[in-house]
């Protein structure tokens, strides 16, 4: 026992960094871990005392932990066993497939990324980008929420931007949970994605076991009270148009719903670009009929780059303008009382619910300058500036009240400035004065009219207003 033992230095080495992982996970870790966990809680609780809806404790249970939950929730078990059955696989195969769907989907929200770096991060990039405004209903439409509900935002999905702009303009609100498509599903974004709270999904996933993973999840936090955010459109729109809702996720949130506990409320958000950074992939994938792109947050990434190099060389201007309208929110409950005969079961219920919620974002999507100009000059023609200019002014007063904004701007270097820009962009040409549709970019300019021709009533064309504090833009002033 007392006899001395010679070891090479590298293995003495090893043993003492066992040594000191093993004394660090059992004795030094757990306390570390809960001064920082505590520390981590009353920093929430001062978050929350700001926030219109407090953070869940749903988005603050361990990833592990609610991965965990939500394999070994009854409905998942069934689905197990139901998958393996059909498939001829042994039940811990198809647990392992089930193990996985949920590490794919469970996020592991960090109030600190949120709020510290993910807001700041959106707020700068939105306006350095854009020329951000709220819509005419604004916070107002959200104020008288039942507190206990759970909040769900539905937009129309413009641009990759869409998740960037609602995030910082939700952020004074609550912290948003986005359900985020494979696009986002690559390092290092998947982490920063999944730390912001945000829930991936497989579009095209054909596998029942991946649904039922999926619904239960969506399920648990609907039914949690976590503020959601979702595309029904299920995918940029490739033409501008506000297209029908896909009821996937709102079938499993409608379904979530108990009329014994909490309501469920969704709010229909509006959004709407001067300039939209993917226009061109988007037309083009139009054109060929199908939606695949060449890439999606990467060119993103390249404009940024590409406006990061126009500022250092002081060539720098804004896309325009950028506009989110919050509309009326729909509650559930009064969505089912006012239906009574609808049924969640054949989905009836879920139906008029997606219907309802695209209706009324549709009828308050932002009229900005570049999608009115383009349907002025695709649908008057050819004709001067100073024509054009007034017979827009004119369009504007037959507008309906949910389109239109009494900000007190100057109509005139607002619509100046967006027409230089579609000059400059090949959407539009000038040629002594004289305004034209460019012949090589229709699709383009077809693109920014469609996104508002819906709201645009045929007396317009004939109708001129020139009182243009009444027919002020979304916006609350112009860049310069």
């Not at 007392?2 to 000191?20: G, N, Y």
């Not at 939500?70 to 392992?96: K, M, Y």
């Amino acid at each position: 026992m007392s006899q001395t033992i010679e070891l090479p230095f590298w293995l003495f080495a090893l043993i003492l960094v066992f040594a000191a992982i093993t004394f660090a996970s059992h004795f030094l870790f757990p306390s570390v871990r809960w001064f920082f966990r505590r520390r981590l809680e009353r920093a929430v609780e001062q978050l929350n005392q700001r926030l219109e809806r407090p953070i869940q404790p749903f988005n603050l249970t361990r990833r592990h932990d609610m991965i965990q939950r939500l394999i070994f929730d009854p409905r998942v078990t069934q689905a197990i066993s139901d998958h393996a059955r059909a498939e001829g696989i042994p039940e811990n195969v198809a647990f392992e497939e089930a193990r996985r769907y949920a590490r794919e989907i469970v996020p592991s929200f960090s109030a600190f990324t949120y709020f510290s770096l993910a807001i700041r991060a959106a707020r700068l990039l939105s306006n350095t980008v854009y020329t951000v405004r709220f819509g005419h209903q604004g916070a107002s439409s959200l104020r008288g929420i039942d507190p206990d509900a759970t909040v769900i935002f539905v937009m129309n999905h413009r641009s990759n931007m869409d998740y960037v702009l609602v995030t910082y303009l939700a952020a004074e609100r609550s912290a948003l949970s986005y359900a985020v498509g494979e696009w986002a599903r690559v390092w290092p974004l998947s982490g920063l994605i999944r730390a912001m709270g945000a829930y991936f999904i497989r579009r095209r996933s054909r596998s029942g076991l991946y649904h039922k993973v999926l619904a239960t999840y969506v399920s648990l936090a609907t039914q949690a009270g976590v503020t959601q955010a979702v595309f029904p459109e299920g995918g940029l729109s490739l033409d501008g148009r506000v297209a029908p809702a896909k009821l996937g996720l709102l079938r499993y949130m409608v379904e979530a719903y108990d009329p014994k506990h909490r309501d469920v409320v969704f709010v229909p958000v509006s959004l709407n670009y001067d300039r939209v950074l993917e226009d061109n992939i988007l037309t083009s994938a139009a054109r060929r009929g199908q939606r695949r792109f060449r890439a999606r947050i990467g060119v993103i990434a390249l404009r940024l780059l590409r406006q990061l190099g126009l500022w250092l060389v002081g060539r720098y201007r804004r896309a325009g303008f950028a506009a989110v309208n919050f509309g009326q929110p729909l509650s559930l409950r009064a969505f089912v009382q006012d239906n009574p005969d609808a049924e969640i079961s054949n989905g009836e219920l879920v139906r008029g619910v997606g219907h309802e919620l695209m209706t009324r974002i549709a009828a308050n999507v932002p009229v900005l300058p570049v999608p009115l100009l383009a349907w002025a000059v695709l649908n008057t023609g050819d004709q001067s500036r100073a024509m054009l200019l007034g017979r827009v002014e004119g369009i504007l007063g037959a507008l309906p009240k949910t389109a239109r904004y009494a900000d007190n701007i100057e109509l005139g270097p607002a619509l100046e400035q967006a027409l230089t820009r579609m000059i400059a962009r090949g959407l539009l040409s000038e040629r002594e004065g004289w305004i034209a549709a460019r012949a090589d970019n229709l699709d383009g300019l077809r693109f920014y009219a469609t996104s508002i021709a819906h709201l645009i009533p045929a007396k317009a064309l004939t109708q001129q207003s020139t009182d243009v504090a009444d027919a002020a833009f979304s916006p609350s002033s112009v860049e310069t």
